[in-house]
T-cell receptor
């Protein structure tokens, strides 16, 4: 079973920041928080991951609370192409550990 | 970034036939690959873990004799759906992680998926 809980769906106005929350209250010390997204009828795309520090890359920012029990993915300026299902996943940082997907958050960016 | 390809991107087959789906890591080696299945409006469901040079590990409820997995090289894993039936119609997705000294990034890279329709 997935170890995270996310809202089922969210809307965001185009050009505004999209803030996607994720709860992972049972996260272990060796587990990282990963975010992926899946645009309709495509394979999932890696976005970002982090352990305890906030992270930023060209796609998004990841804010992890100090107790690591929740996190927020931030898309700073959402575009219509960001409409997708966003998955928050916790897993150890190894190449052989499987990724278990929960239902994710369906983000709709509205013009 | 690392690229994973799948072939074919879509396939239609008749009930009772078998179909093979290929998953390739194009610019990296992958000791481990994963196979997922996704039904409409549902999340991805992990089917099995494919290990190069050894038998695949199947998730509970997945029939290993129906979904044959072969991982013969560090860049290729295949999933064969044997005696396909309409209920096997789904979106099949593979993923892989970079392995090898000095190249460990740990992100899972996903293929574009294969749409299987069994008539």
């Amino acid at each position: 079973d997935a170890k995270t809980t996310q809202p089922t769906s969210m809307d965001c106005a185009e050009g505004r920041a999209a803030n996607l929350p994720c709860n992972h209250s049972t996260i272990s010390g060796n587990e990282y928080v990963y975010w992926y997204r899946q645009i309709h009828s495509q394979g999932p795309q890696y976005i970002i991951h982090g352990l305890k520090n906030n992270e930023t890359n060209e796609m998004a920012s990841l804010i992890i609370t100090e107790d690591r029990k929740s996190s927020t993915l931030i898309l700073p300026h959402a575009t219509l192409r960001d409409t997708a299902v966003y998955y928050c996943i916790v897993r150890p940082k190894t190449s052989y550990d499987k990724v278990i997907f929960g239902p994710g958050t369906s983000l709709s960016v509205i013009p | 970034g690392a690229v994973v390809s799948q072939h074919p991107s879509w396939v239609i087959c008749k009930s009772g036939t078998s179909v093979k789906i290929e998953c390739r890591s194009l610019d990296f080696q992958a000791t481990t690959m994963f196979w997922y299945r996704q039904f409409p409006k549902q999340s991805l469901m992990l089917m099995a873990t494919s290990n190069e040079g050894s038998k695949a590990t199947y998730e509970q409820g997945v029939e290993k004799d129906k979904f044959l997995i072969n991982h013969a090289s560090l860049t290729l894993s295949t999933l064969t759906v044997t005696s396909a039936h309409p209920e096997d119609s789904s979106f099949y997705i593979c993923s892989a992680s970079i392995s090898g000294a000095g190249k460990l990034t740990y992100e899972q890279y996903f293929g574009p998926g294969t749409r299987l329709t069994v008539t």
